[in-house]
């Protein structure tokens, strides 16, 4: 771990939280993505402004940001 994180110029504590941070990125896309294929199987052809709407209570709950309302078009 030492050699790669003097490759990268980081250090251990940069590399981890680094790891953290796209570990938690990946958790909360694919948390999104579930939600959106539950309500797209409950309501079949809703579309994107709707869905960003009926969202917002999930979105709330679970404190998260949507980079925009292009990742929510599945």
């Not at 079949?44 to 980079?67: C, R, S």
Request: hydrophobic fraction near 40%.
């Amino acid at each position: 771990m030492e050699q790669l994180c003097k490759l990268f110029g980081l250090s251990r504590q940069a590399w981890y939280a680094a790891a953290g941070r796209q570990e938690k990125k990946y958790f909360q896309k694919n948390l999104i993505l579930e939600e959106v294929r539950r309500i797209r199987h409950k309501i079949p052809g809703i579309g994107t402004a709707k869905l960003h709407e009926v969202m917002q209570d999930f979105i709330l709950k679970h404190q998260l940001k949507l980079e925009g309302i292009n990742c929510i078009s599945y």
